[in-house]
């Protein structure tokens, strides 16, 4: 056997959409230039351009982690998982709250200096002692921010500037409410009531040390990483996940538009045929598609299945049973008929995915 050993040079991390965009507003934290500077003139969007060049993406992110976790032993797996927890926190600087707020001063670096340590600490954490980090900004689906704690004496004196010195969990939104609950309502985007009532039925009591784990466990489903829960036999691990799961399903069983939802799904369905089926796989092998299309072909072209507008097929591609019945054609005609019919029941059928599920669910 043999001993490899992986090393930055032969292993380095790899640089895709995500990355990029951590890279990006790390550049913009480093040099002073992710604090909007207030405007005179009509206010524009706060935008700042890609970066282009993979290493220097790499520069980036490998130097703010040696710079605020330079006792951590390096790895890729903490690589990995440093730079997803806080690309799921720079998005925030892709939203109006940010692009176009001019009234907060220093909002960036405040901010980006809070997700750094959040994406640290969430890379480290352990709950085997109460000794973890209970200071989070809480990010709404339109990512504006909201503050999860448990002692505001305790808060940043930069944090707290965001609220103008104001305890957020004092405000109205709260009054009579559990805020651990509240802030996860935000986090898995369900109302605070039906929060409530699945806890309630459930009868589960969210303690503060429940409360931070849930959040932590949704901040590994957002992002996608692994996570192992360890516990002696009766300490609630099963009924913690099943409350986090009660809490995921919840706009489905309990508040949710059954038409809105139906729609959904059929956008879903079609969105996924059209990148992955035709895009990847039935459009680079021509023979697949044509017996496809062929064995399709009748529910396809049946009126009364098929609601094609106007506008969604070119007019010159449009099919007509004529053309099959037309035995007087030269075989010249026949062959762009024939090209024409597969291009023309392409379109259809990706403009009508919902025909082709059907047929294959029968």
């Known amino acids: 056997s043999s001993i490899e050993i992986i090393t930055d040079e032969d292993y380095q991390l790899h640089i895709g959409e995500e990355e990029e965009l951590v890279a990006r507003f790390l550049k913009a934290y480093s040099n002073g230039t992710i604090d909007r500077r207030p405007t005179t003139s009509e206010c524009v969007p706060y935008e700042f351009e890609a970066l282009k060049d993979e290493n220097e993406c790499r520069h980036y992110i490998y130097e703010c982690i040696q710079k605020y976790a330079p006792y951590r032993v390096r790895n890729k797996t903490y690589e990995v998982s440093f730079t997803k927890f806080l690309y799921r926190r720079v998005r925030f600087f892709t939203n109006f709250y940010y692009t176009l707020n001019e009234l907060i001063l220093n909002l960036g670096s405040i901010a980006m200096t809070q997700m750094i340590q959040e994406a640290k600490s969430l890379s480290e954490i352990s709950f085997h002692d109460d000794n973890y980090p209970r200071l989070y900004l809480v990010y709404d689906p339109d990512f504006s921010l909201h503050l999860l704690h448990n002692n505001w004496d305790e808060v940043p004196i930069g944090i707290k500037t965001l609220w103008e010195d104001a305890d957020p969990l004092k405000r109205s939104e709260f009054l009579n409410r559990n805020h651990f609950l509240k802030c996860l309502s935000w986090l898995v985007n369900t109302k605070y009531e039906t929060c409530e009532r ?123 049973d004529d053309d099959d019945d037309d035995d007087n054609n030269n075989n010249d005609d026949d062959e762009d008929n024939n090209n024409d019919d597969k291009l023309n029941l392409s379109l259809i059928l990706k403009h009508n995915v919902s025909s082709f599920m059907y047929f294959v669910l029968i």
């Open 198 to 320: 699945i806890m309630n039925q459930m009868k589960f009591i969210l303690t503060e040390n429940f409360a931070y784990k849930l959040f932590h466990i949704h901040e590994r489903k957002l992002t996608t990483l692994p996570l192992i829960i360890e516990g002696d036999t009766g300490i609630g691990k099963t009924y913690l996940l099943k409350f986090y799961s009660l809490l995921l399903n919840a706009n489905i069983q309990h508040d949710y538009d059954q038409a809105s939802f139906r729609t959904q799904i059929l956008e879903r369905a079609n969105l996924w045929m059209s990148e992955v089926i035709f895009a990847k796989f039935l459009e680079t092998k021509p023979s697949v598609l044509n017996e496809v299309l062929q064995r399709i072909r009748p529910k396809l072209m049946s009126s009364h299945d098929v609601d094609i507008q106007d506008d969604d097929i070119d007019i010159d591609l449009e099919y007509s």
